[in-house]
């Protein structure tokens, strides 16, 4: 598939039109921490930032730069994340990401970057417990 072949699952065009949880992480009770990874030659960004409360995720934000298959994947695993226990590893990974949003071969090191910063996420969130 080429860059002027590609096309978007409809899940990734929705969440990249909304891009929920862009917003700034609200106040409450709870620890802040955060997990980022980068890959400029795979063109992809993300830091994901949570507030740990009770030992789960009680809120959680993204920032992210590159292309709309990446974003639509920090914004799923955000909406994913939103209550998970930090004790364990998340059933969230690159391999997960690309079934759930149909991201094409080519695409599926951006969502590594994914996975990585989900996982600095995790381990910042398990050190506070």
């Known amino acids: ?25 609200p106040a409450g009770e709870g620890t802040v921490v955060a997990g980022e990874a980068l890959a400029l030659d795979r063109g992809a960004w993300v830091r994901f930032e949570a ?25 799923w695993t ?9 004790a364990g590893r998340a059933s969230i990974d690159a391999a997960r990401l690309g079934r759930e949003l149909e991201v094409p071969a080519e695409k599926m090191g951006r969502m590594l970057v994914v ?13 506070v417990q």
């Open 1 to 25: 598939m080429t860059a002027g072949t590609l096309r978007y699952s409809k899940r990734v065009l929705d969440l990249f039109r909304r891009l929920p949880g862009t917003a700034a992480l």
């Open 51 to 75: 507030r740990i409360a009770g030992g789960r995720v009680a809120d959680c934000v993204f920032q992210a730069w590159g292309c709309p298959h990446t974003l639509a994947a920090a914004a």
């Open 78 to 86: 955000v909406q994913e994340l939103r209550t998970h226990a930090v």
């Open 115 to 127: 996975e990585d910063a989900l996982e600095a996420l995790l381990m910042h969130a398990r050190a």
